[in-house]
């Protein structure tokens, strides 16, 4: 299959959206989309991004039954407890492949995975860089905070150097990684950046992520007011800091010039930096099993599995 082959027909049929109002059901609103009060601190960047979920869910109007979202340990990982939707809070690091599971075998369902950076990228990045090289279908937000938060106040893979911590208390001396150039390097085909203080490019980003057949990343810087008050102030115009958006001209199918930009110091630049259709892990095990099946057709499945059964014996 090419970059460019079209998603199978029974694909498009369950991923597509229903207009509001031709089903005979109830437009879905805001209040139907909450479930628990969020339980973040004051000020806790992770509220806008749930704020900018939940207005995407109901601009877009999927069904309640088709919306799951899937996360792992910390602060930003309460997620799933805040949306009246299936959803799933795994263990530390394991989120991608609970969510890999939930999106080959329920390929109607809409698969969102909301992570942290310690989570992410930490005891989590192994299968970071498997999922995203094998183009599962589903998005992924990480809430960058550039610390541990939900422990107090520890370096994460994202603490810039001379960060002071619990764990580093005369500065992080490791250098951090970039998420934008591990994902790009995993082979991610959508790779974006945004901040929790621009709710309309947030909202951007993630109806991108949305539409996009393939695995969707973006980061989202998202302060951490208790433990690293300040992080993103050189992004943010109104603390006299720069939001600069990709360049007009950036080509998304070139990975090169999305290395490049990813590679800009910080503040750096905000929006999709990659984006290319490449064939998704469900789209290869369903050419794989047609295949299989194509010298049993006529079978049926449990036909089929006696019949392996039989040559164990």
């Known amino acids: 299959m090419s970059e460019t082959t079209a998603v199978p027909q029974e694909k498009v049929a369950a991923f597509a959206v229903t207009p509001a109002g031709t089903t005979g059901r109830k437009p879905l609103t805001k209040k139907d989309l909450v479930a628990d009060h969020p339980t973040w601190c004051p000020g ?20 309640h039954e088709k919306i799951t979202t899937v996360s792992g340990i910390g602060c930003s990982s309460r997620f799933p407890y805040f949306v009246q939707a299936h959803g799933a809070h795994f263990i530390h690091g394991r989120t991608l492949p609970f969510a890999t599971g939930v999106a080959l075998t329920r390929p109607d369902l809409h698969v969102f995975v909301f992570s942290g950076d310690g989570d992410a990228f930490s005891i989590g990045g192994n299968h970071f860089t498997h999922t995203a090289r094998k183009n599962v279908p589903l998005t992924m937000v990480v809430m960058d905070n550039q610390v541990y938060g939900l422990t107090k106040k520890q370096t994460s893979p994202t ?54 057949p393939g695995f969707s990343f973006i980061q989202c810087l998202s302060e951490c007011v208790e433990f690293y008050e300040g992080a993103f102030d050189a992004t943010n115009p109104r603390k006299g800091g720069q939001f600069n958006t990709v360049p007009a001209d ?33 789209e290869v095990e369903q050419r794989l099993i047609e295949q299989a099946r194509k010298p049993l057709q006529g079978l049926a499945s449990w036909q089929i599995l006696q019949k392996s059964f039989d040559k164990m014996r």
């Open 44 to 63: 806790c960047g992770d509220f806008s991004v749930l704020a900018i979920f939940l207005k995407m869910l109901e601009k877009r109007q999927l069904e």
């Open 159 to 212: 603490s810039p150097i001379g960060y002071r911590s619990k764990t580093d208390v005369t500065g992080a001396v490791d250098r951090p990684i970039n998420p934008l150039k591990q994902a790009l390097a995993a082979g991610a085909t959508f790779v974006a950046r945004t901040t929790h203080t621009n709710p309309n490019h947030m909202l951007q980003m993630m109806e991108a992520a949305f539409d996009h």
């Open 250 to 282: 950036h080509d998304v199918t070139n990975e090169a010039a999305a290395y490049k930009l990813a590679d800009e110091p910080f503040p750096g630049y905000f929006g999709i930096f990659y984006q290319v259709r490449r064939p998704t892990k469900y």
